[in-house]
């Protein structure tokens, strides 16, 4: 029995809710516990030895992902991974269907298929057996989230007993259920017949009199959850993995920190002794990962859930606390860096503090409201940003090359 794994990468006209982080890097290449958000879907997908070949799927420019394939191709020797890249935004179904021939090509028996912007425990091996065991044609991974939130997602009403799906809406204006879509499926070749029955429903109603499109090439963009999701809901075959494990959503720039935060836990409860993981000492209270070539001064205290990149420079006396912090940054002696997110080059000087505000992964949003108004609850300093000597920064974004020389709260720096 072959499969194929597809991963849902996106493009560069999307991922605007990451930013200011995506203006020099794609969303999906970000690093979240020391490694790209993709290579996480990659590392999972070596769990599951059918897999012998993952397409990533999107609409970028083919040199965004060169030198990560090459590394990732040397990483993963499992499989093949290679890239298909759209000639314009075709939407999650359209892009599948666009490459169908390629995707079907060796005729696997079945296929992944992952959002790309998806942290979770990646419950593949399980979704396979339910989507042997129960003969399916397609099985969705499903979470439980507090009712105030399911509406931000699509929403699963599923048999209890089969497991089976009943219903399926995407954000419903009211409220169904908080059994919520977790971005990740395992689908047969069925999947591309649906697919085709929609895209032919959608070309009969561009061509009706009374239906009115800006976009004359709209019967090709098709989306996965919207279009076909809800079409599976209605036929046999569709199913429900529902996973208690952890889950989280990679929307914004700022739910980078609660990723990291999960990613971190779940690799110091499988292995403590992973590469880039610091040992627990007075001055590292774990999970902690730093790059072996970033400098650290003994008496800084980093932790928990803190990531240090590449070449970074962190002083004496220096205290980070649930962070990112990439490459060729520098804190310097005396700093704080909480809840923040240190882009490439950043530079904190003496005695600064850059500081956002606690916020729970089960919350799935990083927007709080501060005095009336909602602003990012983790600070983030784009590419190059240089804060001064004794200077506050809390809940701010700040833009690529901006310095900061006075105190600054709730406010978006351009």
Aim: charged fraction near 20%.
């Amino acid at each position: 029995m072959s499969a194929k794994a597809l991963i849902l990468v996106g493009g560069g006209t999307r991922g605007t809710r990451f930013r200011p982080l995506s203006l020099d890097i794609p969303k999906v290449l970000f690093p979240v516990a020391g490694r790209p958000i993709l290579s996480h879907a990659l590392q999972a997908l070596t769990k599951v030895p059918q897999i012998k070949e993952v397409l990533l799927i999107g609409f970028y420019d083919d040199s965004v992902f060169k030198d990560f394939l090459t590394e990732a191709t040397s990483e993963f020797p499992q499989f093949t991974i290679k890239y298909l890249r759209e000639y314009k935004a075709l939407g999650t179904a359209g892009g599948l269907y666009h490459f169908r021939d390629v995707i079907l090509k060796g005729n696997p028996s079945m296929f992944f298929v992952l959002h790309a912007d998806i942290c979770c425990s990646f419950p593949l091996t399980e979704m396979l057996n339910m989507f042997e065991a129960k003969e399916a044609k397609a099985v969705i991974l499903g979470i439980r989230v507090p009712q105030q939130a399911a509406s931000n997602f699509g929403c699963i009403v599923m048999d209890p007993v089969t497991k089976k799906v009943v219903h399926y809406v995407e954000k419903p204006e009211t409220y169904i259920s908080n059994l919520i879509n977790g971005g990740i499926y395992v689908f047969d070749s069925s999947i591309f017949d649906v697919i085709g029955d929609a895209r032919a429903l959608r070309t009969e109603q561009v061509h009706d009199e009374f239906m009115i499109y800006d976009d004359s090439d709209s019967t090709e963009i098709l989306r996965l959850e919207q279009d076909i999701l809800v079409r599976l809901a209605q036929m046999d075959g569709f199913y429900v993995y529902e996973t208690r494990d952890f889950w989280r959503q990679i929307k914004t720039a700022g739910s980078a920190v609660p990723a990291n935060a999960l990613y971190l836990q779940k690799l110091f409860q499988t292995d403590i002794d992973a590469p880039g993981l610091a040992r627990a000492s007075a001055y590292i209270i774990p999970p902690v990962f730093i790059h072996p070539t970033a400098v650290v001064h003994p008496t800084a205290k980093l932790g928990p859930n803190v990531s240090i990149g590449a070449r970074a420079r962190i002083g004496a006396g220096v205290r980070i606390k649930e962070s990112i912090v990439l490459e060729d940054t520098e804190v310097k002696h005396d700093a704080c860096v909480l809840y923040s997110i240190l882009a490439r080059g950043v530079k904190i000087n003496a005695w600064a503090r850059v500081e956002g505000t606690p916020v729970t992964p089960a919350d799935h949003s990083t927007i709080i409201v501060k005095n009336g108004v909602r602003v990012q609850s983790v600070t983030i300093l784009a590419q190059d940003v240089i804060v001064g000597d004794e200077v506050r920064c809390q809940n701010c974004v700040v833009l690529p090359h901006k310095e900061i020389k006075k105190d600054v709260e709730n406010e978006v720096i351009m």
